[in-house]
């Protein structure tokens, strides 16, 4: 769709005219309820920033859509490489959660979605940027990143209120809305309004948007990215870290187990109906960096941030399949932390297996061999959380049985491995820790 430069600049331009146009509506509105709600303050910054929305309608009618300049283009996207990004995900996540009780403010949320949507408008004027963005593959995964902020927010408004009243003594908003509801007619009612909506939504959808068919399929080419669908985006992304032995059966397993478990797991009887964060924080922050800083994280990476040979780019910089990247970026230069320890901190060869050495024989040499990786993934799974039941978890540890810790503990330092194997593999493109493949074994 759109693979004509010029032809994807109309496309673009046109769609960026009705784009601040109902920027510049929801602004409006925005400012009268404000005004309605005798915040005049807020109401006057709004019908200004409704104001910047109408004045790059306008601009975008005329053909000369605003745009970022490319200095700041440039440094975006010197700056936003993958271990950056990463971390800069993390930070932004930790930080959102420390301010929670001033970002859920509306003002200050609406505040952030005009932000993001003027960057969003400024950067579809960039050829690459948009090439991405208007991929019809791509353009619900926009969609689907705003409803999930609004969603995230949402929650944590409802959450930080009701922590605002128990704190005062009061009961949650929730206690208070307890009231029977027939499902008959007043949920059926409910649901089929949204059937219909939906149903119009996609109508409108389907006409406004070519679906993403391609040629018939030929063997002979095979394209560069092969990207799956966008709900296994962070599967495939995982590939990168690890065997698919492990990604493709290990984790969703895994996975699965981890939910199961919850209830077993979980002795906080607190929060049961009711949304709260103060009084169920380890559950708060575990679901929403599992969910968020992980598997949502490597969707977008996947799907924004990939290109050609699986190398990661920045926004707006031209997937170039020729472009060579440095250390960390590609998978041009794989090592093992057998080698690193060998031959970088030892100065020697990594040690070979015989190839007609006896069974016990030949096993003790790859465990000589791997003896650095073994000795971390020791001191990772079965001192590490010793360590945590003395420290950080020593209340929970008394509350709970041996084998519900060691259970808990287990599931969250298997989750902890994504995002350091993700840190080791883009800081010294390490690929395995344990590397056993006479054994099909690679961690």
């Not at 009961?171 to 008959?184: A, F, M, N, T």
Request: with cysteine; aromatic share 14%; charged share 15%.
């Amino acid at each position: 769709m759109h693979q004509n430069p010029e032809e994807l600049l109309r496309y673009v331009t046109t769609f960026l005219a009705g784009f601040y146009l109902v920027g510049c509506a929801m602004n409006l509105v925005a400012a009268v309820l404000a005004v309605r709600a005798k915040k005049v303050a807020w109401g006057v910054t709004w019908l200004v920033v409704a104001a910047l929305f109408g004045l790059f309608a306008s601009l975008s009618l005329a053909g000369t859509s605003p745009t970022l300049p490319e200095m700041i283009k440039t440094a975006i996207d010197a700056v936003l490489g993958p271990v950056t990004f990463t971390l800069g995900a993390f930070i932004c996540l930790a930080i959102l959660y420390a301010g929670r009780r001033v970002f859920v403010i509306p003002a200050v949320a609406w505040a952030g979605l005009n932000v993001s949507l003027i960057w969003l408008g400024l950067s579809m004027t960039d050829p690459q940027f948009a090439a991405v963005a208007c991929t019809p593959d791509n353009v619900p995964i926009v969609v689907l990143v705003y409803l999930l902020a609004f969603f995230t927010w949402f929650a944590a408004y409802a959450a930080v209120e009701n922590d605002r009243r128990l704190a005062a003594g009061s009961s949650p908003v929730e206690k208070e809305r307890e009231e029977p509801i027939l499902v008959w007619p007043d949920l059926v009612y409910t649901e089929l309004i949204c059937m219909v909506l939906l149903t119009v939504l996609l109508i409108v959808w389907s006409l406004a948007l070519a679906a993403p068919l391609e040629e018939p399929a030929n063997p002979v080419v095979t394209p560069n990215p092969s990207k799956a669908p966008w709900y296994f985006q962070g599967l495939q992304e995982m590939l990168v870290y690890s065997d698919p032995w492990y990604v493709g059966v290990v984790v969703p397993g895994l996975i699965i187990v981890g939910l199961m478990a919850i209830p077993y797991l979980d002795f906080n009887k607190r929060g049961d109906g009711y949304y709260t964060i103060s009084q169920r924080p380890f559950a708060y922050t575990t679901f929403q960096f599992g969910f968020l800083g992980l598997w949502i994280l490597l969707i977008l990476i996947g799907t924004f941030m990939r290109g050609p040979n699986w190398n990661f780019f920045g926004p707006y910089e031209a997937r170039d399949i020729h472009t060579e990247f440095a250390l960390g970026t590609s998978r041009a230069a794989n090592v093992k932390l057998s080698e690193i320890f060998w031959t970088t901190c030892l100065g020697r060869t990594v040690p070979e297996v015989a190839v007609d050495a006896g069974v016990l024989s030949r096993f003790a040499q790859i465990v000589y061999r791997e003896i650095a990786g073994i000795v971390f993934m020791a001191g990772y799974f079965l001192a590490l959380p010793i360590l945590l039941g003395r420290t950080i978890f020593r209340n929970r540890r008394q509350q709970m049985s041996l084998g519900r810790y060691a259970l808990m503990v287990g599931l969250l330092l298997l989750m902890l491995t994504l995002p350091l194997k993700m840190i080791l593999r883009w800081t010294l493109n390490l690929s395995y820790i344990v590397s056993m493949p006479e054994y099909f074994l690679n961690f």
